[in-house]
């Protein structure tokens, strides 16, 4: 294997290391303050180290006016709306089941894009939705068929699926128009800005237990400002350009396997036979349906080599 590709390929893999630990760090975070003040704080950190990083590099782009409604739109989905869901859904589930009904947005999005932009939806995708979607149903449900995780965290975990596949669909101007590094930068800091208000009256409503203990939780805090809402997401836009959508798109299998590794090893969360067939159905079924894509693919590269 080329040297390049071993870059490529190594940057997908720490990018969903990080993205796996996330549901790690933000159980921990949200142990001392609200989801709130997490996600605000969090996006502080990710756009200062952003703006340090496109401004040394010089990979600053220049935004122009009449798209600044665009980037609104886009910031008002992700990050505002889906750390909404996914903060407050983490908050009354654990790591493992979180990242595992998250893991499902692969899967929606092309079921979101045949409605809304008409492209087509193959068979395979919705085998893998419906494998994928047992696999979670086998993670909530234990032998009495009773929810093992709180209705609250499911119903917010699965708005923030929603939001991050209307996110997808109204993203694709933004991808045309600017660098994926510069997209993200832009929301964070519109983000930020929408979060001022909401963290003011949370702090009444849902008032961080722990604040005045930094130590307790500025060393994840940080992890993922850094790691996972600048680093990873650098990584992951560097292997997405050399590897393409449907190549890259299966790393994202491996999120909720290394969520349930740390899990177990971090937090000490119990890995029952359960969960352990749900991740494998969950991941199963996101392969099933990137099948066709990834086989397309390999003859593209096959006939481009002849």
């Not at 908050?91 to 499902?104: E, F, L, Q, R, Y």
């Not at 093992?148 to 699965?158: N, R």
């Not at 208000?197 to 939780?217: E, K, T």
Request: glycine share 6%; hydrophobic share 55%; proline share 5%.
């Amino acid at each position: 294997m080329k040297e390049s590709n071993i870059l490529t390929h190594a940057a997908g893999i720490i990018a969903m290391t990080a993205w796996g630990l996330s549901f790690i760090w933000s159980t921990q975070v949200y142990e001392s303050l609200n989801p709130t003040t997490t996600i605000f704080l969090r996006l502080v950190v990710a756009t200062i180290f952003f703006t340090a990083i496109l401004f040394i590099f010089r990979l600053n782009e220049k935004i122009r006016k009449e798209h600044l409604a665009l980037f609104a739109l886009a910031a008002l989905f992700e990050p505002f709306l889906y750390f909404i869901c996914e903060g407050y859904g983490l908050k009354n589930t654990s790591p493992i089941i979180g990242s595992a009904i998250v893991a499902m947005i692969p899967l929606v999005t092309p079921i979101a894009a045949a409605i809304f932009l008409k492209e087509k939806l193959t068979p395979m995708n919705i085998v893998g939705l419906f494998v994928s979607f047992f696999g979670v149903v086998t993670m909530l449900l234990n032998k009495d068929m009773v929810l093992t995780a709180s209705p609250k965290g499911i119903l917010f975990l699965s708005g923030a699926v929603l939001v991050a596949v209307g996110y997808s669909v109204a993203l694709i101007k933004l991808t045309k128009l600017y660098r994926p590094l510069t997209i993200t930068w832009m929301q964070n800091i519109i983000g930020m800005i929408y979060f001022i208000p909401l963290v003011i009256v949370m702090g009444r409503l849902d008032p961080s237990p722990n604040y005045a203990n930094v130590r307790a939780y500025i060393v994840p805090l940080v992890c993922l400002g850094v790691f996972c809402s600048a680093i990873a997401y650098a990584l992951w836009a560097f292997a997405y350009s050399k590897l393409g959508a449907s190549k890259a798109n299966v790393y994202n299998n491996l999120i909720p396997v290394f969520t349930a590794i740390f899990s177990y090893f971090i937090i000490h969360e119990s890995l029952t036979p359960q969960k352990i067939i749900g991740i494998v159905l969950v991941v199963f079924g996101l392969v099933l349906s990137q099948l066709k894509d990834l086989r397309q693919a390999r003859l593209s590269r096959e006939k481009s080599t002849k």
